[in-house]
């Protein structure tokens, strides 16, 4: 969702892509639920039966937190390889 | 209709509105395979345990009645555990009243050391659910009071009557069983087992139904159900606690007295060791039921606190 809006099977398709897991669809489904409960996902109008989500303002602060804090986590990693 | 979409029918109503046609959308466009299936069991489950889970597009007053209601149905099915848990606590204590097993008790250690644990499990949770109960029930009796309906005080005379009925059986049978009346032995079983057991199972069914029934149709306060989830809490642990301790009575005395283990003091001259195991799986089935209700009380309870917040 951080590139565009985007629907259940897309999501699970991209996960597939990317990460090469397979994310079953009563997990896919409980994350997409919190997620809205939370505020960090908002849902746009259904299209064909099939529903796109886009992050949130503060979603996108969310995700760049974290994605923030991966990448300082991963490049002290890569240093202290480097060293070795 | 597809298997997928008998799984998406164990989710909750309300998750069901708001998710189900985007769910079935997407699974109808690739098969489904046994994993999926698991999953898809496993997410119903998590989404029961989970009540505010599809809610986020009802307006706040929507939701927090939602989750009142959640909160309510999750106490009276730990209520309603109870009983089921007590009925077969009940069976284990008129298992163990013989003086064989009270003999066993005082000999051996851990068989007389998990009674205890028995004893004092089921004494914490009566005074739990006392705690947490009698407050709903002088409310209901309140509410009843000031909107002058009868149903509700009714409803709460009914376990006294399903008891009067219950102990007016118990004589009838006495005095049935008398030695001056012939009864043939088919007879005698069905009115010393059937009739007594059912009667008691009934009493209890009917006593429960009707609490629960009037509990359900009163005006009782957020505050009130918030409460009682402390008091479920302790309910529930009590209940695990009689549980592990009945499993380790019959496995110690499996060990410690084994010709009385294997023997026919159970229910009703019955096998000991069939009547344990049954008592077991009765308890244990009414602990995994108010737990998982415990579960989905407190999150209805956190999401109240949340939207009142």
Same mark, same amino acid.
């Given at each position: @969702?951080?590139?565009?809006?985007?629907?259940?099977?897309?999501? @699970?398709?991209? %996960?597939?892509?990317?990460?090469?897991?397979?994310?079953?669809?009563?997990?896919?489904?409980?994350?997409?639920?919190?997620?809205?409960?939370?505020?960090?996902?908002?849902? !746009?109008?259904?299209?064909?039966?099939?529903?796109?989500?886009?992050?949130?303002?503060?979603?996108?602060?969310?995700?760049?937190?974290?994605?923030?804090?991966?990448?300082?986590?991963?490049? +002290?990693?890569?240093?202290?390889?480097?060293?070795? | 209709?597809?298997?997928?979409?008998?799984?998406?029918?164990?989710?909750?109503?309300?998750?069901?509105?708001?998710?189900?046609?985007?769910?079935?959308?997407?699974?109808?466009?690739? &098969?489904?395979?046994?994993?999926?299936?698991?999953?898809?069991?496993?997410?119903?489950?998590?989404?029961?345990?989970?009540?505010?889970?599809?809610?986020?597009? +009802?307006?706040?007053?929507?939701? +927090?009645?939602? @989750? %009142?209601?959640?909160?309510?149905?999750?106490?009276?099915?730990?209520?309603?555990?109870y009983i089921?848990f007590i009925?077969?606590g009940w *069976?284990f204590q008129? @298992?163990t009243?013989?003086?064989?097993?009270?003999?066993?008790?005082?000999?051996?250690?851990?068989?007389?050391l998990s009674f205890n644990l028995v004893v004092i499990g089921a004494v914490v949770a009566l005074l739990a659910v006392l705690a947490g109960g009698l407050?709903? /029930?002088?409310?209901?009796?309140?509410?009843?009071?000031?909107?002058?309906?009868?149903?509700?005080?009714?409803?709460?005379?009914?376990?006294?009557?399903?008891?009067?009925?219950? !102990?007016?059986?118990?004589?009838?049978?006495?005095?049935?069983?008398?030695?001056?009346?012939?009864?043939?032995?088919?007879?005698?079983?069905?009115?010393?087992?059937?009739?007594?057991?059912?009667?008691?199972?009934?009493?209890?069914?009917?006593?429960?139904?009707?609490?629960?029934?009037?509990?359900?149709?009163?005006?009782?306060?957020?505050?009130?159900?918030?409460? *009682?989830?402390?008091p479920?809490i302790l309910v529930t642990i009590a209940m695990a606690l009689i549980l592990a301790a009945t %499993?380790?009575?019959?496995?110690?005395?499996?060990?410690?007295?084994?010709?009385?283990?294997?023997?026919?003091?159970?229910? /009703?001259?019955?096998?000991?060791?069939?009547?344990?195991?049954? %008592?077991?799986?009765?308890m244990?089935?009414?602990?995994?039921?108010?737990?998982?209700?415990?579960?989905?009380?407190? &999150?209805?309870?956190?999401?109240?606190?949340?939207?009142?917040?």
């Amino acid at each position: @969702m951080a590139g565009s809006p985007k629907h259940g099977y897309a999501i @699970m398709e991209d %996960i597939e892509a990317f990460a090469g897991v397979h994310l079953g669809p009563g997990t896919l489904y409980g994350a997409i639920a919190r997620l809205e409960a939370q505020g960090l996902i908002e849902p !746009l109008p259904t299209e064909e039966r099939r529903r796109p989500y886009r992050l949130t303002a503060s979603g996108v602060a969310f995700l760049q937190e974290q994605l923030t804090g991966l990448e300082i986590f991963a490049s +002290m990693g890569l240093q202290r390889l480097a060293s070795i | 209709m597809k298997i997928q979409h008998y799984l998406v029918l164990l989710y909750p109503h309300v998750w069901r509105e708001r998710y189900e046609d985007e769910l079935l959308a997407m699974l109808e466009q690739r &098969s489904l395979s046994f994993t999926d299936g698991v999953n898809l069991f496993f997410g119903a489950l998590d989404a029961h345990l989970h009540p505010h889970l599809g809610t986020t597009g +009802m307006s706040l007053c929507e939701r +927090m009645i939602q @989750m %009142i209601s959640t909160l309510r149905r999750s106490l009276l099915t730990i209520f309603c555990a109870y009983i089921g848990f007590i009925l077969a606590g009940w *069976a284990f204590q008129k @298992m163990t009243e013989y003086d064989d097993f009270v003999e066993a008790a005082r000999t051996h250690s851990i068989v007389g050391l998990s009674f205890n644990l028995v004893v004092i499990g089921a004494v914490v949770a009566l005074l739990a659910v006392l705690a947490g109960g009698l407050p709903i /029930v002088i409310a209901v009796i309140r509410s009843a009071l000031v909107q002058k309906r009868r149903g509700p005080l009714l409803l709460l005379a009914v376990p006294f009557l399903a008891f009067a009925v219950f !102990l007016g059986t118990t004589f009838l049978l006495e005095a049935l069983d008398h030695p001056g009346n012939h009864l043939s032995p088919v007879w005698h079983i069905f009115l010393s087992r059937g009739v007594f057991f059912g009667t008691l199972i009934l009493a209890a069914i009917v006593s429960v139904g009707s609490v629960c029934i009037a509990v359900a149709r009163s005006e009782i306060s957020e505050k009130l159900l918030r409460f *009682a989830v402390l008091p479920s809490i302790l309910v529930t642990i009590a209940m695990a606690l009689i549980l592990a301790a009945t %499993i380790i009575w019959g496995l110690g005395l499996r060990d410690a007295a084994p010709q009385l283990f294997a023997g026919n003091d159970g229910i /009703v001259r019955s096998s000991t060791a069939a009547t344990w195991l049954g %008592i077991v799986i009765a308890m244990a089935i009414a602990t995994m039921l108010a737990a998982i209700s415990l579960i989905r009380g407190f &999150s209805a309870r956190s999401a109240l606190r949340n939207a009142a917040a």
